[in-house]
């Protein structure tokens, strides 16, 4: 930035200061958008019966690449993480409850992280789900312990999709 022409430095921080501006969480699955609606919600050949739950809208992007899911998105806005102050309230759970019944949810995936607190968030998740009568899911193994989505290869990830199992709450 120091070598750059003061023009070019002042043309970056315009388009940040519109990115800013302009970008907004989707009202249906708080992916990042520019819309009311992001792409992916608004997309009428996605498959309303099946949700993916992701920590993070950077996931998102990264189970797309794999072109494996065609259903719709549903972002929690992090994990669970008693030691750092971030339980279920803090989360968008109560958001994802109410599409279940609103959606006619056939299938939730958690696609959390394989850590940790992604484990943790996928084993509340599921505990809380079972009862509402959906199939609940979690990605297969494949993805390095302690990794992060946004990191995986997509046949990494794509493989990991396709062996999702049922989660034992």
């Known amino acids: 930035m120091l070598k750059a022409a003061k023009e070019d430095a002042l043309r970056l921080a315009r388009v940040i200061v519109e990115v800013k501006e302009k970008t907004m969480l989707c009202s249906v699955c708080f992916n990042v ?49 008693p030691i750092e102050g ?38 509340y998740l599921a505990r809380l789900l079972r009862p509402l009568g959906v199939k609940v899911t979690r990605i297969a193994s494949g993805l390095p312990v302690g990794g992060d989505l946004e990191y995986a290869d997509e046949l990494t990830l794509g493989r990991a999709l396709e062996g999702r199992r049922e989660v034992d709450a």
Request: aromatic share 2%; charged share 30%.
């Open 33 to 81: 958008t520019v819309s009311p609606l992001c792409p992916i919600c608004a997309d009428a050949r996605r498959d309303t019966t099946q949700v993916c739950v992701v920590e993070d809208p950077r996931d998102i992007v990264a189970v797309e690449r794999t072109r494996e899911f065609r259903g719709r998105y549903h972002v929690l806005g992090g994990a669970l993480s």
């Open 86 to 123: 971030v339980g279920p309230e803090q989360l968008r759970v109560r958001e994802l409850l109410a599409r279940i019944d609103a959606d006619q949810v056939a299938e939730v995936i958690l696609c959390t992280n394989p850590n940790l607190e992604g484990d943790a968030t996928a084993m």
